[in-house]
């Protein structure tokens, strides 16, 4: 939690976040994410600061178990001096202990973004889903809370001037913006109307700039013109020295194949996972893993 202090911009993590969605996708499959279709709605986690402490807390942790549908997990939440944000004890269940920073007991509207952070680990506890190392394993964190509708939360929570800041979470605002743009995107969901923060919008924005760049890429036949001309000198370069192999600072790899047409493999823009196609021309491909159909010219 940045608190007063310096607060990291750009994309220093999205490697790790386009592997989380990927992960995501294998672990859960398209059926299972396609019911996280509604995110959560602000009035469900809405927090006044008339409302009791305590009794508020329980009920925005109720809403979040009941939208990520685990509703055999009881949270209880307790408020203490730290320095994360909060820390959810991962027992076996049903009962969770969840501890909230004892800033949010004057910080109130942010109560729902920590938790949707502290609940997406016992969700992805239950479901055996982790990454190797604390880092790693925060950022999918992040990353599912915010691709299965609930991390609008943490980056309306991210707030910056001349004299102060704040941010929750392990993911840059950017890259905040970048997952709930992919979600936007396939979701056909607009998530800036319910931000309060001018900075959340503001980086939500360079997020989506950054997906829509993914769905721009060759062999894609939305690839711009830049882009065009290089993977053609590329492709020429593969077919006359019968090498494969990816060229620094392009999502594509060409493979030759002794048998058969030269293939390209490359990052499906909606889950990343690798999709291989032959060198044919147009061709009309289809993700196995997000179904997603892509127009491509190779």
């Given at each position: 939690?940045?608190?007063?202090?310096?607060?990291?911009?750009?994309?220093?993590?999205?490697?790790?976040?386009?592997?989380?969605?990927?992960?995501?996708?294998?672990?859960?499959?398209?059926?299972?994410?396609?019911?996280?279709?509604?995110?959560?709605?602000?009035?469900?986690?809405?927090?006044?600061?008339?409302?009791?402490?305590?009794?508020?807390?329980?009920?925005?942790?109720?809403?979040?178990?009941?939208?990520?549908?685990?509703?055999?997990?009881?949270?209880?939440?307790?408020?203490?001096e730290m320095q994360h944000a909060a820390n959810v004890e991962l027992a076996a269940g049903p009962e969770y202990f969840v501890?909230?920073?004892?800033?949010?007991?004057?910080?109130?509207?942010?109560?729902?973004?920590?938790?949707?952070?502290?609940?997406?680990?016992?969700?992805?506890?239950?479901?055996?889903?982790?990454?190797?190392?604390?880092?790693?394993?925060?950022?999918?964190?992040?990353?599912?809370?915010?691709?299965?509708?609930?991390?609008?939360?943490?980056?309306?929570?991210?707030?910056?001037?001349?004299?102060?800041?704040?941010?929750?979470?392990?993911?840059?605002?950017e890259e905040f913006g970048y997952v709930l743009a992919k979600r936007a995107l396939v979701f056909s969901e607009d998530p800036s109307v319910w931000f309060t923060s001018p900075q959340a919008y503001t980086a939500y924005v360079k997020g989506l700039a950054e997906a829509r760049r993914d769905e721009e890429q060759p062999p894609l036949t939305a690839a711009g013109w830049a882009g065009r001309r290089r993977y053609a000198r590329d492709r020429r370069h593969a077919q006359d020295q019968h090498v494969g192999g990816a060229r620094p600072g392009v999502p594509y790899a060409f493979t030759p194949d002794g048998r058969g047409p030269l293939q390209v493999s490359f990052p499906c823009p909606t889950c990343q996972q690798r999709i291989r196609v032959p060198v044919r021309g147009r061709v009309r491909a289809?993700?196995?893993?997000?179904?997603?159909?892509l127009e491509c010219d190779t």
């Open positions: 939690m940045a608190n007063g202090g310096p607060v990291q911009h750009g994309f220093p993590h999205l490697e790790t976040v386009r592997a989380s969605i990927t992960a995501l996708y294998r672990r859960l499959s398209y059926d299972t994410i396609q019911t996280f279709s509604a995110s959560v709605a602000p009035a469900d986690v809405a927090f006044a600061d008339t409302d009791d402490l305590h009794l508020g807390a329980q009920r925005v942790a109720r809403e979040l178990v009941r939208h990520y549908r685990l509703p055999d997990a009881r949270l209880i939440v307790g408020f203490r501890e909230l920073n004892d800033r949010f007991r004057t910080h109130r509207r942010d109560i729902g973004a920590a938790l949707a952070h502290e609940v997406m680990h016992v969700y992805l506890h239950r479901l055996g889903l982790s990454f190797p190392g604390t880092r790693d394993n925060e950022i999918l964190t992040d990353t599912a809370t915010t691709y299965l509708g609930a991390g609008w939360l943490l980056l309306d929570a991210y707030r910056e001037d001349s004299a102060s800041s704040q941010k929750l979470g392990y993911l840059t605002p289809r993700c196995g893993l997000c179904r997603t159909v």
